[in-house]
């Protein structure tokens, strides 16, 4: 992905918004409507997502969702990746509309080794891994994925229900980077935008885009951002003196180790 790509996604996002689609409002609609505030802060959307699934919501999510990212990543990517039911529960029709393969990395807490132990004779047994901290589960938490999962040809999007503070999302681009692949982007059902997962990830130059975006959950009332004034789709404001090679094919955080 070159300076031109990320300059042809500045021009959309800076063209002005557009009105919501239909898969969108008809998902906003059901998280205004049956979702559940939690008393630590997390947003149940159990009634059509996770334990109960309305499969044409998430058909037409996945369409809306390939529709906000654009050909440019769409097209390009080759894989999707994705962790837990939720994710996989999105990353389903979404990998079915792009004819791509879905991989699925495994959660853990760090030295659990439910992973190395039940698995360690089957996919796993040599698996990559990262670990980060879960806002929700505290530190340690990891992420492992089957070594030949993705190739150095590949180029991989990533695909999850919800955007908080960004740490599982920014640990599935690292295990991208260390399959020697490239991260094309990220696709969320859900972005909590007072969690900062949106600036969390930007040391990584892919766009991200969201059906719908919470600015708060206080008293229990979930206040969504109006969709004519949300920018969907995440673009860098690199300036006007970018230097194309800031868009390399490393795509390593400054100071991060994949």
Known sequence: MT???FEARRERALAGPRPAAPGAEAFRERLRNEARVLTNGNVDVSAFVGSVVDVAL???AAAELRRRLGPDVTD?????LTTGVSGQQLALPLARLMSV???ACRREAAGAGAVANAMGRGAYADALDVTYRSKHYGPGQQLYLPRDALSEDD???VVDDFLASGSCQEAMFRLVARAGARPAGLAVLVEKTFD?????????????????????VDNGYIELLEEESFDDVGI?????????TVFGLD????GGDP
């Not at 390009?76 to 999707?80: C, L, N, V």
């Not at 900062?196 to 990584?204: E, M, N, P, Q």
């Open 3 to 5: 300076f031109e790509f």
């Open 58 to 60: 998430l058909d037409e």
């Open 76 to 80: 390009a990517a080759t894989k999707i």
């Open 101 to 103: 393969p879905l991989v």
């Open 155 to 157: 180029v991989v999007l």
């Open 196 to 216: 900062g997962g949106r600036d969390f990830l930007s040391a990584w130059p892919v766009p991200v885009a969201s059906l719908a975006a919470i600015v708060s």
């Open 236 to 244: 860098l404001d690199i300036g006007d003196d970018a230097d194309e």
């Open 251 to 254: 795509f390593l955080p400054v």
